[in-house]
């Protein structure tokens, strides 16, 4: 009688336990425990997994934030630095031609006292472009301070300048080729015979528009008094070739008929 009043009790307490334990019995209350608490479980895991993608979206938004406002600073600073860039090309510029302009408008100038002010002032401007400004402009102000320095009898300062442009790896290679050309030409008096004729060899050899200069220059060297029989006959063959060549300039094949004609070569 006690166990049945106890029993009744313990239901009265949970009204929905009796009806459970007939439904599932002993062990299908385990099995119905563990289903719920494995729902429990892969709910809470996806509301974890949810709560992790929602937290890596955001440091991912923010490192997209952070690399777009890099990206746009890298830009803005690419595109001032080319602004910058052309900014000081063309004032560079602007400062050759009107050096160019003034020197030209005085005149050649020049003596043997040395230049004259107008010349100086050219001076001054090409020799700080010459250093200072862009490949370009750099070349042909190089160019303008060789020859300046060469009519002021400075034939050193003019091999310098002539000798940096022949070096300088950004520079146009006809433009290379031409300074070389002109230390070459300039220093035939006083530079070895040897050097002079591997340089000028070099040239000739090239497709570039100087190669008939650079015969030239053979030519010269092979017409020296104190030349043999084989370099004059190159001399010869040379002045030959350069008087009919189509690519030679008009004055190169003038002066090769001028000199054939002198030694009786003509024709």
Known sequence: MDQDRSSSAAVERCPFAAHREHLYGHAGLSRERKRVADDIFSQ????LRAQQMRAMARRYAATAIGLAVVVGAGIGIWQWRVHDRLQVEAAASSRYFEAVHRLEAAGPGG???????AQRDAETV???LAVHASSDIRDYAGLRLAALRLADHDAAGAQHAWSAIAHDADADPDL???????GLNASMETADPATLRAGY??????????RALAQEGLIALDLRADAN???QAEARRLLTHLSTAADAPDGARQRANALLQTYGGAG
């Open 44 to 47: 809470a895991q996806s509301e």
């Open 111 to 117: 003596s043997s006292k040395g230049l004259t002010t």
């Open 126 to 128: 090409f020799a700080d």
């Open 176 to 182: 290379r080729a031409l300074a070389r050309l002109l």
């Open 201 to 210: 060899a070099d040239l000739a050899s090239s497709a570039g528009p100087w």
């Open 229 to 231: 029989a084989a370099q």
